[in-house]
Structures are given as C-alpha cells and as structure tokens.
C-alpha cells in the first residue's frame, strides 16, 4: 500500500550560492565579499525541510536530473528526512541556481536566480501515487501548467492546497488561487493582486469561502482571516528577536504552518507558531540547517507567552 504523507510538493528547488557584503554595491564597484556558503534553498524544498524538521512526514516529487547541482539538493531533501523516492529523473533537468547577495548594514537581500534548467515529461505526467496519498499539498508558482494539474488531482483525492505564492504577474496566477485552500503571502504579494495596501483589506479581499488567508509583514507581523464566522481580520504580532538572515523565512513559515496544520492546531494556533518558527530562524546564518525543532519552538513560545 502506498504510505501516507502529511506534505508534499513538487515546486520549486534549488541551489542557492549566498555571498554577504558589508553593503550593496552601486554600479560599477567592487566590494569584499565577508563571507559566502553553498545551501540547498528553494520555495517549495525549503518549506518541506521545515515541515519535515517540525515532525510532518514530508515528500518532494519534483522534476531534477543527473547534474552535480540535482544531486546536491537530493542529498540536502534526504539529509532532513524528505522522502524523494517519487522525483522524476529527467535528462538535463537542475533546480533553479540562485546567486544571493545578503547586505550585513542594511539587512536587505538581492536574489539572481536561473531556472533555465526547469525542463521536464510531456504534459501527461504527473506522480499520481503520492498526490492521492498526501494530506496537504503544497505549491508555488513554478511550472504553473504541471502545478495546476496536480493541485486538481491531490484536491480531488481530498488533499489541500497550502499556496505559496511570490510572483503576481504569471500566468493563470488566478486558476491556481482558486484552488489554493491556506493562502500565505506575503504584504507585497497581496497588494500586488488586490489593489490594496493595506494587509487587513487585502487579507479580506483574498478571502473566499473555505479558504484561510494569512498576509505576512514581516517586522509587522501577520494577518490573518478563517474560513469560519465571524470573518474578521485577526493582527498576529512579530516576535522580536535579533535577526541576522531573513533570507528564506516566508518558505519556513509555510512550512511551520504545513506541520502545525497536521497536528490539528487551530489557524491562530498555527500563525502564531509558524511566527515563532520564522522567528527563530531569522536568528541563524546557517540556512536550512538553521530550522528549529518542536521541542525548541515550544520552548520559546512558553518564554514569549
């Protein structure tokens, strides 16, 4: 019998080169690069890592091939305890290769990323077996034509659709929001496709039916509205910790909530502890490696109550 996961996703992957600079560079100058490393990142793998470090029993089904770069993030998925039997093994697919510049005064970042690797099968294919054995499924705005397919088909065999989603102008942007059941995006994002700058009103205009909507802001927090009565607009606040790389925590807090989802946490319950798992994150310059586990969570939301 196939076996049963509590997240899946076959997104976005990659292999992220991160350089820190004191400051960015304007045009036409050089600066020290302070330090660098080489850490497996991604949308979708980043959150499964974090789901998969929170106790969720995670799967990654995406597209990769034979290259240095496809094996360096299927060691990095398994190394955190990501099932990646279902991968397609596709000739001359790579995850996406980003190059990230981290500026140390400012604590801002400057993301250079190539998919030109994002290559596949014919429309047909989808991993079948693991999308009607997932409780929730998680997808991004890559490969948007598989993406919608396979939201259809783990929705139809009773999965749901947690939506993390970063670019507002591609294509069948709304086809896919349809589907999305935990909608998590970020202040821009959500301004981008309402019109609204505030997070509040954006939160409500994305709201539907049986759908949650959790608008992140980062120092600000987040907001968030339930799919229950009465639909109002909670505030969850930021916890206040000494951030030294934020690079990759809307990706770990899609996945805090993915692993709280299926613990069965109620949505305040999960805002507040994917908050506190970004939090704790944002602490660390370590990348993946750096995600808490529950046990350490749980001790800092007890030294925060």
Not at 37 to 54: D, E, I, N, P
Not at 111 to 137: E, K, M, N, Q, V
Not at 282 to 288: H, M
Request: hydrophobic content about 45%; some cysteine.
């Amino acid at each position: 019998m196939t076996q049963q996961f509590d997240v899946a996703a076959l997104g976005s992957a990659a292999v992220d080169e991160l350089v820190w600079v004191g400051a960015y560079p304007s045009a036409d100058t050089k600066v020290p690069v302070l330090r660098r490393a080489r850490l497996c990142g991604g949308v979708s793998a980043t959150a499964l890592v974090a789901a998969s470090r929170l106790g969720a029993r995670a799967a990654y089904a995406g597209i990769l091939g034979r290259s240095e770069s496809s094996q360096f993030v299927l060691d990095a998925l398994h190394g955190a305890g990501v099932d990646t039997s279902y991968v397609c093994d596709y000739p001359g697919a790579t995850p996406a290769v980003s190059v990230i510049v981290l500026d140390e005064t400012h604590k801002t970042r400057t993301i250079l990323y190539d998919i030109s690797g994002f290559t596949g099968p014919d429309d047909d294919w989808l991993p079948a077996a693991l999308l009607r054995h997932t409780r929730l499924f998680m997808v991004d705005n890559f490969r948007m034509d598989l993406t919608i397919r396979a939201a259809h088909m783990a929705r139809d065999a009773g999965a749901a659709i947690l939506g993390d989603l970063e670019d507002p102008t591609v294509a069948r942007r709304d086809e896919l929001l349809a589907l999305v059941d935990h909608l998590i995006v970020s202040r821009d994002y959500a301004s981008a496709v309402t019109g609204e700058t505030d997070p509040r009103r954006a939160a409500l205009k994305l709201h539907s039916p049986g759908r949650v909507v959790v608008v992140t802001c980062g120092a600000d927090g987040a907001c968030y509205v339930g799919d229950d009565p009465p639909q109002e607009v909670v505030h969850q606040p930021a916890f206040a910790v000494e951030a030294v790389d934020t690079n990759g925590c809307g990706d770990v807090f899609h996945g805090a909530y993915a692993a709280a989802l299926v613990r069965g946490l109620t949505l305040g319950e999960r805002v507040q502890f994917a908050s506190a798992v970004a939090a704790l994150f944002a602490t660390t310059p370590t990348g993946q490696q750096g995600i808490p586990n529950t046990a350490d969570v749980d001790r800092f939301l007890k030294e925060h109550s």
